[in-house]
């Protein structure tokens, strides 16, 4: 009802706090952010990415009028190892036209009237045969936009490339690739991009979703991913890979698409050479997160003796960016077009591994990297926020080493960022900064936006103690979501930002001076007007699910009573009653695990027929999860 401002201290510099996170989840690389108009263009598509995926997924055989085909998929005559599949289409009847064609993401392949597009493939034909083909866009009903001639020579893999001209505007079309001619043709890395890419780069990004972040002006990003970074097998080799930056960089026909863990096919095209680029190109800090060869899902864990690769990783990873064109690194930069360092300050070393094995293993980063590069940034991890536990071990581990960050993960209900906005007062300024590598509150609507923005007032205010911090997850195709919200949605055509990146935007872009003291009646930072009255029931509801909840406590913020509640098994819609509340605040922490082959499960909280969404574990997690509220 009424605000007095009592006093007003000068900021602490905010140096690179707003920043961006990003994660090739929700096809936010392929599909995404990354220009390719190609889905499966090398063919490697397969069912140990998502078991309904094949080597021809998006892929269809055209037979127009009496034309006959067969395509069928190889790996006999690879055109690089690590690309080891490859087409076969095979001529019987020309008929009408007689090829492939692909369906591209979301609806289809995207045109626009006028634009410019490269097409390109690696091709073979048989020995003294010569073939020609046809390279179309078509509209879904068979309209063409653009079609242009290659002829093949080769009996060798060999690269054709050829620009197109588009008629006419179109969100759905097809890529066709016909031949009038009987006989053999081999291909692989099929590939089509729009001629305009974000500042103009080869390989490069959709101008559109780049510059809605660059719209942002964000101080850094953080790349490649959250659990994408640390999910996968300790062979390198193997095709569910944890993710190696290594295997990301140089020609894309010879970079291994791998597994995801969001459970898709990642081509890698957008590597780390790329994530660089777009960093410089938008003003942005590089913050890359390498694995520290414990894949704490499924328990994988590198001997102690065998750390050293993963530790040469970093060493190399550090000297790619940074180092000048002598070195074996800087030289690989500069061949691939950047002579330049690029400024590497800030290197993450896993990403939510608490537990011992990951502890162990960061000493040794730890040490190897600041005794080569002690003016490198180093953030440890404390993984997703809980009352304490695995929690606090981050921080331990953090101080120990002397970490120069700590990264905090959190996703909450809107009334938990409010009533946490003193989180950081009491944080030292000696201590290893707080690095808030992801953070949500549940929802996309103004209230969420609105939460978040007051709990970022209270990260402003305690500068000192936190150096980093970046809403998460970034980006979401709208027909492939694996997690929500997102800040940024968009389809193969459009892009807008939620209330939330409007926020994010605002303190992106203005950052105030001073710190206003304020006294006020009527409503407080924890206590919004519109947060429902908490009372009744608290309630844990298995949707559709199965879930295994434990070490549930619940604390009566007012009183400090202290409830432990039985562990519970939680079967399709079987509510688990944790007791009547009374009072406004409590905090309720558990660890729960949703149990094999089920779809997710909620936790709701609150009156009985007034139920409110408290926390949501999709189809996507399938680890354990520590959550709490007040
Ligand atoms: O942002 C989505 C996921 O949330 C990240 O991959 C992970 O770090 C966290 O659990």
Not at 13 to 19: E, H, K, Q, W
Not at 566 to 591: D, M, Q, T
Request: aromatic residues 12%; glycine residues 8%.
């Amino acid at each position: 009802k009424s605000i007095k401002v009592f006093s007003k201290d000068k900021k602490e510099p905010l140096g690179d706090l707003y920043g961006l996170f990003f994660e090739d989840l929700n096809h936010a690389a392929d599909g995404g952010l990354y220009a390719e108009l190609v889905q499966n263009r090398s063919f490697e598509f397969d069912p140990i990415d998502r078991s309904d995926y094949h080597a021809l997924t998006a892929w269809e055989k055209v037979e127009r009028g009496e034309a006959e085909v067969t395509i069928s998929v190889e790996d006999s005559f690879p055109l690089h190892e690590n690309n080891p599949n490859y087409l076969t289409l095979k001529t019987k009847k020309v008929g009408d036209g007689a090829g492939i064609l692909n369906t591209g993401f979301n609806s289809g392949i995207p045109l626009k009237k006028d634009e410019f597009y490269h097409f390109s493939f690696f091709a073979r034909v048989d020995q003294a045969e010569k073939k020609t083909l046809t390279i179309s866009l078509e509209s879904k009903e068979g309209v063409l936009h653009a079609s242009e001639e290659l002829s093949l020579h080769s009996s060798e893999w060999k690269k054709y490339s050829l620009t197109l001209q588009c008629k006419s505007d179109d969100q759905s079309a097809r890529l066709i690739l016909t031949t009038n001619q009987t006989g053999t043709i081999y291909m692989d890395m099929v590939s089509l991009f729009p001629a305009k890419t974000f500042m103009d780069r080869e390989n490069g990004l959709r101008s559109d979703i780049a510059q809605i972040l660059a719209d942002l002006k964000p101080k850094f990003m953080r790349f490649p991913g959250g659990c994408l970074v640390h999910d996968g097998s300790l062979d390198e080799r193997a095709r569910d890979s944890m993710y190696r930056w290594k295997n990301t960089i140089g020609d894309t026909e010879k970079r291994p698409s791998r597994r995801n863990n969001w459970k898709y096919n990642q081509t890698l095209g957008l590597g780390y050479y790329e994530y660089f680029l777009f960093c410089e190109d938008i003003g942005a800090k590089p913050i890359p997160v390498l694995p520290a060869g414990y894949d704490p899902h499924h328990h994988r864990i590198v001997p102690l003796e065998n750390l050293q690769p993963w530790i040469d990783d970093a060493l190399d990873l550090i000297e790619f960016a940074n180092g000048n064109v002598s070195t074996t690194w800087g030289k690989i930069r500069s061949e691939l077009g950047h002579p330049e360092p690029f400024g590497l300050e800030y290197l993450g070393i896993g990403n939510e591994e608490v537990g011992e094995p990951f502890f162990e293993r960061y000493e040794y980063f730890h040490r190897a990297i600041k005794e080569k590069h002690p003016d490198i940034k180093l953030i440890n991890s404390s993984g997703p926020f809980a009352a304490g536990g695995e929690y606090d071990r981050g921080w331990d581990s953090a101080k120990k080493n002397q970490s120069d960050l700590v990264d905090e993960h959190y996703y909450q209900s809107p009334e938990w960022f409010l009533a946490h906005y003193h989180r950081y007062d009491d944080f030292k300024r000696d201590e290893p900064k707080v690095f808030l590598g992801e953070y949500a509150s549940w929802g996309n609507t103004y209230y969420n936006a609105i939460a978040e923005a007051a709990f970022m007032t209270g990260l402003e205010k305690n500068a000192h103690a936190v150096g980093l911090a970046c809403y998460a997850p970034m980006l979401c195709n709208v027909d492939y979501i694996n997690w929500e919200p997102n800040l940024i949605y968009f389809n193969n055509h459009q892009v807008f930002g939620t209330a939330n990146y409007y926020v994010q935007k605002l303190f992106m872009h203005h950052q105030g001076d001073y710190t206003l003291k304020t006294e006020s009646t009527g409503l407080s930072a924890s206590e919004p007007p519109s947060i429902p009255t908490i009372g009744g029931q608290i309630k844990l509801i298995g949707e559709q699910s199965k879930a295994e909840y434990y070490k549930i406590t619940l604390t009566n913020l007012e009183t400090g009573e202290v409830k432990e509640c039985p562990n519970a098994l939680v079967e399709n819609g079987i509510e688990l009653l944790l007791g009547e509340l009374h009072s406004k605040h409590y905090r309720l922490s558990f660890k729960a695990r949703k149990l094999e082959g089920t779809r997710g499960f909620k936790v709701m909280f609150g009156e009985k027929d007034n139920q409110k969404l408290f926390w949501e574990i999709g189809g996507w997690q399938n680890q354990d999860s520590v959550i709490s509220s007040m």
